[in-house]
């Protein structure tokens, strides 16, 4: 049974056809040892690769895939790692569920279009930062 109703299906098909510029893979890792939600971010995550000739779904396991956890730098599952051209280091831990399904979208999305809406003045301030920096963003309705 779809996680996504088909209105939200269609309105995501329209989304990623009008807004997805580039091809993106979406790389999942799971553990079978006590990943809770691992199952249901995978069946989202299968959706969500449907919508769109543009994303391509790889799944690997945490637990024998290291080679994979260690190239992509995944701490913990579920882990979602959004990569183009090139690995720019978009993780998304957990769930995508509920508030936060549209921080995923919209990483998908920024990723496609290797665009971030940020502006022209905090481009050049980051481009000042000249050593390895770890940025983490949580996301909770309340």
Do not use: W
Request: glycine fraction near 4%; charged fraction near 30%.
């Amino acid at each position: 049974m779809p996680l996504l109703s088909e209105q939200d299906a269609e309105s995501l098909r329209k989304d990623f056809s009008d807004k997805l510029e580039n091809n993106i893979k979406i790389i999942f890792f799971k553990s079978e040892d006590g990943c809770l939600y691992c199952k249901e971010a995978k069946d989202i995550l299968v959706e969500l690769s449907g919508l769109s000739d543009k994303i391509t779904l790889e799944e690997y396991d945490f637990d024998k895939d290291t080679d994979k956890v260690k190239q992509y730098n995944i701490k913990r599952t579920p882990a979602i790692a959004i990569a183009g051209d090139k690995d720019y280091g978009v993780r998304y831990y957990g769930m995508p569920a509920g508030h936060e399904f549209m921080t995923l979208i919209h990483a998908i999305i920024n990723v496609s279009t290797k665009k971030t809406g940020l502006s022209e003045k905090t481009i050049e301030k980051l481009k000042s930062i000249t050593k390895p920096l770890n940025i983490q963003v949580f996301v909770t309705p309340t």
